[in-house]
């Protein structure tokens, strides 16, 4: 069964960089209403990233944003069924701390939590801070997320944890009680150590990739590492929906989205991911309105983004999809009555086959 969730707009403007795209706001009351929409709809998993600093822009995009474990706390309490994933930066959090944030979260979701754990890829939110080292290589970071993450399961295993590694020392450290139910663990990456991260860790792994086609052999690539490990991963990725009646009505709400392409925000967000400011500004000067769209993304009728979304689970090869919608609270219902159905109707159908 694919599985379908919603990456719940956690930071003002969602994943739209435009003027003339709806502006989800960061607030708890509208996470809250599209997390038990989620819900209500029938979808598998609502997931919330952590981010510290925005990209200003005429749209100051992201320039406000909750704090990921503390709002799925609250979203854990305001749902039921659906899986509850929360960000957590290893790079900022000691393990131990977070093996009891997640121990306390795992009680209040009752055996839905899982925790997403990234390690700080963008250096502006954290020199913000003062919490960056330039010198420490990616590889390193991964050194460092492996045994962040070795910590926090032992902590949820054992009554008492020491360990002397390279990032982190504990001696005859706690954390009871222990959750009765492991959370999940998810991450997310494309590169091969994000990818072993994935094998070696995680019961769900999102993917980035340049095509469909190099999304498909990352996929292979993280299944195949961890089966050789004894383990399973499910792979995922993000896809943003515009969707309306008819296509022609779709592809002018898409234009109209593109229309208004926040090019400050933009060139600040390629910054953020390392570029050089001068090529940062001159890229985003001349970029298409299709760069509005932060993510992949389908535009259509019902039966196309049917269509699209069957061809991008069963070309990437992925076990699932997280959902992003330019206007969640709009467009979410009309998702859920018109399009997933057919998505659920569609895997029963190639289950009962298989
Ligand atoms: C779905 C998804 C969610 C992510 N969420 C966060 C996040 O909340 N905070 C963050 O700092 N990075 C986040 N990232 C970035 C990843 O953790 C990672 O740094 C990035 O994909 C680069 O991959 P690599 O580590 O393999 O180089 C996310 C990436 C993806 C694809």
Redesign the pocket.
């Known amino acids: 069964m694919t599985e379908y969730g919603v ?1 719940l707009p956690v930071a003002a403007g969602g994943w739209m960089i435009s003027e003339t795209a709806p502006y989800p706001p960061a607030t708890y009351e509208y996470n809250k209403q599209v997390a038990q929409l989620a819900e209500g709809m029938g979808l598998d998993f609502i ?6 600093r925005g990209f200003g822009g005429t749209t100051d995009h992201w320039g406000e944003s909750l704090e ?1 474990m503390t709002m799925m706390a609250g979203l854990a309490e305001a749902t039921s069924t659906i899986k509850v994933w929360a ?1 957590v ?1 290893a790079n900022l959090v000691n393990p131990a701390f977070a093996a009891k944030v997640f121990s306390t979260l795992q009680q209040i979701a009752q055996g839905r939590i899982g925790m ?7 250096a502006d ?1 954290f020199e913000a801070m003062g919490a960056w080292d330039p010198n420490m290589t ?1 590889a390193e ?2 050194r460092m997320t492996n045994e962040w993450v070795d910590v926090v399961t032992q902590l949820w295993e054992k009554d008492s944890v020491t360990f002397d590694g390279e990032f982190f020392t504990l001696t005859d450290c706690e954390s009871r009680p222990r959750p009765s139910i492991k959370p999940e663990i998810i ?9 072993d ?1 994935q094998a070696t860790w995680s019961d769900g792994g ?3 990739s340049d095509s469909l086609e190099q999304m498909a052999e990352f996929s292979r690539d993280v299944h195949a590492r961890a089966a050789a490990k004894g383990r399973t991963t499910k792979t ?3 896809l943003t929906i515009v969707l309306a009646e008819t296509d022609e009505a779709a592809e002018a709400k898409a234009a109209l989205y593109g229309a208004g392409l926040d090019r400050e925000a933009l060139s600040n967000m390629r910054r953020s991911w390392g570029w050089d400011a001068d090529r940062a500004l001159s890229w985003a000067e001349d970029a298409k309105g299709e760069e509005a769209f932060q ?1 992949p993304y389908v535009v259509g009728s019902p039966a196309t983004i049917i269509d699209r979304i069957r061809n991008v689970v069963t070309t990437a090869e992925l076990d699932g999809l ?1 959902l992003i919608f330019p206007d969640y609270v709009n467009d979410m219902p009309v998702f859920g009555e018109t399009v997933l159905p057919s998505l659920r109707a569609a895997d029963d159908q190639a289950t009962a086959a298989a």
Do not use: Q
Request: no cysteine.
């Open positions: 990456f997931m919330a990233m952590a981010k510290w990921s960000t930066h997403n754990i990234v390690n700080g890829s963008y939110e990616h970071r991964y991450s997310a990456g494309r590169s091969e150590s994000g990818r991260f999102f993917l980035g995922y990725s993000m993510t997280m």
